[in-house]
Each structure stands twice: as C-alpha cells, then as structure tokens.
C-alpha cells in the first residue's frame, strides 16, 4: 500500500495561484486561467503519494539548503517541504524569472 502525505497549501503559495489565475485571466482568457490552475493543483495534489520525487531547488542546493523541493508545471515551480507525514507547499512562482531573491525571502527569513 503507498504511503499517503496530508499536503497543505500555505498563505504564500494561495496567493501565488491567485495572482496565477488573475493574470492568465486578465491576459488571457477565463478559460486557459481556469485549465491552468487545473494542471497546477493536479501537480499540487500529485505530492500526496510522492512528495520525494522532487529535486531540491537549484537556487536553494548551492546554498546549502536542502530541506525544500520542487515539482514543475511548465514553467511554474511548486516548492514545497516534506515533514514526516506532511508536505506543506510554500511557493508557486513563474519559473521564466529570477526566483533566487524571492525563494531567499520567503523560505530562509
């Protein structure tokens, strides 16, 4: 039987899909926003029985910092940590920018 891991979506990380969603919409259109966001929480929902497939942030490794992971939806980036039974999702962010500042802000405070 495959071990199932409770997945939490932290503030951060909601407010990510938000502003996810409200651009493709306002760029867009409603319907790519809402496929979108579909595919994310698929990826999101997917960490439930292999949270441990995900590599360790790039920007994050070179740090030292290797209690966080990442699974992508092309080109977003779910970062996400693994605590015993839990994952818990801390950032969705737009793979095509500079993430270093941003994952550096949120993660290592």
Do not use: W
């Amino acid at each position: 039987m495959t071990k199932r891991f409770e997945v939490f979506l932290l503030d951060n990380a909601e407010k990510d899909l938000d502003e996810i969603y409200r651009f493709v919409r306002r760029h867009d259109s409603a319907e790519k926003a809402e496929g979108l966001s579909r595919n994310i929480e698929q990826a999101i929902l997917s960490l439930h029985t292999s949270p441990l497939r995900g590599h360790y942030p790039l920007e994050l490794e070179r740090l030292g910092v290797l209690e966080y992971r990442e699974v992508f939806f092309k080109p977003y980036r779910v970062i996400y940590e693994v605590a015993g039974a839990s994952v818990f999702v801390h950032c969705v962010l737009d793979g095509r920018r500079d993430l270093r500042d941003i994952l550096q802000q949120r993660l290592l405070r």
